[in-house]
């Protein structure tokens, strides 16, 4: 017999075996993804379809693409660039809440929990792999998104503005994927968990100034606004890529982010781990 | 036995069987009670956003251009009224297209399926189940809606809103029977349920009037019952017309389920037909 050495503790080999597991699942989930080619364009497309409500809605309220009262709130009355840089991060808390949220439970429903469960790689690893894959879903989307909306309504942002908004963005990845495994976690227990990721995902879509600025939100909801990345992202994004527009709140955004990536990272993994095991334990983990 | 009392006891089991498919649906609902407080309250998130973007972008209360579009310029009530019934419609069609599917999912659906009775009263019984629940649903919603936001209503608007409604369900069994017939061969309804709940979403004027879309889009937008719902119900709520000065929308509300309803049971026995004599009914 061939003698195997598998890379154990934490040293480089075994990093780089997770990052070929969290790889791996990413390609799986693509492979799934491509097997249903009608649901895969649906998902591509529906974005644009969740953004133009909110577009067109705005331009009837103001009856045109500039809103003065926005204007006089934020420094900036451009209202689809407003909308659009609000509402292309709305996807990506998609990928924390569904993405990740709905992994395990996928796996249920197909009856490869446990199979996975067994594979000599960290649980955390799977998530992090259909996280990546959703990633990349949206970064598609996204891009999809914007062809769209320049080409129908013309949409002006900072070029200059782009590299420090992407960075803004990968920080505040950090800190939904953190997010995102806490949802993960709760989905081991919750038989019905979509009710749980649909509900957080309403109440992030209330915190995070998608299509309002922060400020038009009550006291105690613009300071629980604080505790989630988008937020913060959203309002350093705009200041960089909107002409005029004028940061509401959070100060150092990066620094911010940083923190809460930190934080949220850290409160998923332990939150997972104490569920994993709770599951394991009682022999909960296929009970559906 | 004499034809008439044959006639009768025919009728009785259909009816039979009509009830007890309510029955089964209502109770499966109530095994989660989680998914009933989601549904009764959580829709009303999904529109807040609008309202506070509203309030962000107008400064107030109330739109001069949409008072110019809609004939008001209270763009709340606006807003909720297409939430409610937006949802309404959504909970209705996916609930019908796929409980044809859950029974496949459960492992019944053949046994369903080689029952003795007639199987439109079997679908019949889940459209009336499925409508039982999404009412309560908007009811709630709505309810909830008129306590934050302080709507408006009255039991004089709300007649002929109910009958509305009846003609909007009528139009939404017909599309949902459409739904399930391609359920039965093509096992994928969910991506066919919401691309047409993305049709509605855009099409209908669910976040802001119709005419605010390009003369294509309102053509399509008026061969949605969606659209005729929204309309009749707005001028009924936020307008204070009554039913025969807006009789127009009305027959072409009625015109547009008739169709829906006849392609509907047409398509239906078709594809049931054609799934039973390939053998792929209970195929996944």
Known sequence: MRQVNCPTGFNWSNLKAELKAVWESNVKDWKIEFAYPVSFIRQLISPIVFLLPFLIYGLVLVGGEYSENLALLVGTGDVVAFIFTGYMLMGFIGTAVWAMGFSIRRERWFGTLEAIYVTPTSRLGQVLGMALHSTIHQIFATIIQLIVIYVTFGLALKIQGILPALGIFALMMLALYGFGIVISALGLILKEGWVVSDSLYSIMMILSPVAYPLIVLPTVAQQASALFPTAPALIGMRSFLIEGYRAEAFGNVFVHLLVLGAAWILFGIIVFRITDGYVRKRGMLTKF | ?284
């Open chain 2, 1 to 284: 036995m004499s034809e008439n009392a044959y006639h009768q006891s025919l009728l009785r089991g259909n009816l039979y069987v009509v009830w007890n498919e309510l029955v089964k649906n209502i109770k499966s609902l109530l095994a989660y009670p989680t998914i009933i407080v989601f549904w009764a309250i959580f829709p009303v998130f999904w529109f807040i956003p609008f309202i506070l973007q509203g309030e962000a972008f107008v400064g107030g209360l109330e739109s001069a251009n949409f008072a110019q579009i809609t004939g008001t310029g209270e763009y709340i009530p606006f807003i909720i009224i297409g939430a409610v019934l937006n949802s309404y419609v959504n909970t209705l069609l996916y609930g019908i297209g796929e409980n044809i599917r859950k029974e496949a999912y459960q492992g019944t659906l053949d046994y369903v399926l080689v029952a003795p009775c007639n199987q439109v009263y079997v679908l019949i019984g889940k459209a009336l189940g499925e409508s039982l629940s999404s009412t309560i649903f908007a009811v709630s919603q709505l309810t909830l809606s008129a306590l934050l936001f302080g709507m408006n209503i009255t039991l004089g608007v709300m007649l002929p809103v109910f009958f509305t409604i009846i003609l909007l369900i009528l139009g939404l069994y017909g599309m949902a029977l459409i739904l399930t017939a391609f359920s039965l061969m093509y096992k994928q309804s969910y991506d066919l349920s919401e691309t047409i709940g993305y049709i509605f979403y855009i099409f209908a004027p669910v976040r802001y009037p119709i005419e605010s879309l390009p003369n294509w889009a309102q053509i399509l937008g008026k061969l949605i019952p969606l659209t005729y719902a929204l309309i009749i119900v707005r001028s009924l709520m936020l307008l204070g017309s009554d039913l025969s000065t807006i009789y127009s929308d009305v027959i072409l509300f009625l015109v547009i389920d008739v169709i829906l309803l006849v392609m509907g049971f047409y398509l239906f026995n078709w594809m049931e037909k054609k799934t039973r004599k390939s053998g792929t009914i209970s195929h996944y």
